[in-house]
């Protein structure tokens, strides 16, 4: 609603992962030179670990970006859920479309792959493979990588894998059990969010993309507050960047000052105290952060993912419900004009 009120050519705050709107912030530009390293190394694991929103996946598509002229580099992308070992190696001959039955056994799909890892070593081309949401692996898949990661072509490694998931996933490689693992890790990195002096960078360099020409302004204060309230994370900026937007076309603003940054985070403070009780039984709103956590006890991987994506869902529902609050507001003070001018 806000692009025509602002002449934006498109959402700059849309929460998918466009690599037109990759901010090359100092813990991207890290965790790239440590996954280029990890390329150069050309074996092994790379693990890169992050929070939820902080912008793992973009990074990884930034890395193909740049890899897409290398011809001797064939990739693949791996989404994970949980998944037994058979079934990852199925999803792996889909990654790399190679032809399977699903009643074929593990032999069987070992097979396939090796012959697709020898071909691609014959023909001078190495496979980078890149799980993605990999905290989800459980132990015996994860083995079963690095099972696939010693398949060699006349004294060379083929298969490099990047290991790419949330703070769990560095645990789950480093505890008791994984030390052949541990020993295949070249390279690691944990992937912070944004730091307080870059937001405004982040949320001008956005608006930029999105043809945005000093329309609404931004009062220098604002910035300070929008970390405070996103603690630096994409997402979260990207969530509450949208609803500032959105307040500022229905209130039809032309300058965003603190005000107006504070109004709309009272107002998401006010959408997450509605939560109903029995929600409210299941998580822990914390009054100095946005986002909602989960419960105290130790969660398994896939428990965590879920909740994950019930607070996606929670975000995304709640920006509906203000959208359609905001609708009839608007309506509500047309009316009243329309009905002024005629009295």
């Known amino acids: 609603m806000y692009k025509n009120f602002y002449s934006l050519t498109q959402n700059p705050f849309q929460l998918n992962a466009n690599l037109d709107f990759f901010f090359d912030s100092a813990g991207h530009k890290r965790a790239k030179a440590y996954l280029r390293y990890g390329l150069v190394q050309g074996e092994g694991f790379v693990v890169v670990t992050g929070m939820a929103g902080t912008g793992k996946t973009m990074l990884v598509k930034e890395l193909f970006q740049s890899l897409k002229q290398d011809n001797e580099i064939i990739i693949g992308v791996m989404v994970t859920s949980q998944v037994g070992a058979e079934d990852t190696l199925r999803m792996l001959s889909t990654v790399f479309k190679l032809a399977y039955e699903y009643d074929d056994n ?60 949330q703070e769990e996933l560095g645990r789950q490689l480093y505890s008791p059990g994984m030390e052949q693992v541990k020993q295949r890790i070249v390279a690691t990195h944990h992937l912070k969010a944004i730091e307080e002096d870059e937001i405004k ?143």
């Not at 001078?124 to 015996?140: H, M, S, Y």
């Open 201 to 343: 960078q982040y949320i001008l360099f956005r608006l930029s993309k999105a043809g945005w020409k000093n329309n609404p302004q931004f009062k220098e204060d604002i910035f300070p507050e929008i970390y405070k309230f996103t603690k630096g994370i994409p997402r979260l900026i990207n969530t509450l960047s949208d609803r500032i937007l959105l307040y500022g076309y229905l209130e039809e603003l032309n300058v965003i000052d603190l005000k107006s940054i504070k109004h709309v985070i009272s107002e998401i403070e006010a959408d997450y105290d509605s939560i109903t009780p029995d929600t409210q039984s299941q998580v822990e709103i914390a009054t100095d952060d946005t986002h909602i956590h989960p419960p105290v006890q130790k969660l398994t991987p896939g428990q965590d993912q879920r909740i994950d994506i019930l607070e996606q869902k929670v975000i995304d529902l709640t920006q509906t419900l203000n959208k359609e609050r905001a609708l009839l507001r608007k309506a509500i003070l047309i009316q009243l004009d329309l009905n002024d001018a005629y009295d």
């Open 106 to 165: 593990k032999a069987t799909l070992l097979g396939r792959l090796e012959t697709f890892f020898k071909e691609s070593g014959k023909k001078g081309k190495r496979v980078l493979l890149v799980v993605d949401e990999a905290q989800n692996l459980p132990r015996q898949s994860i083995e079963e990588l690095r099972m696939l990661s010693n398949f060699e072509w006349e004294g060379k490694p083929i298969l490099q894998i990047f290991l790419v998931g």
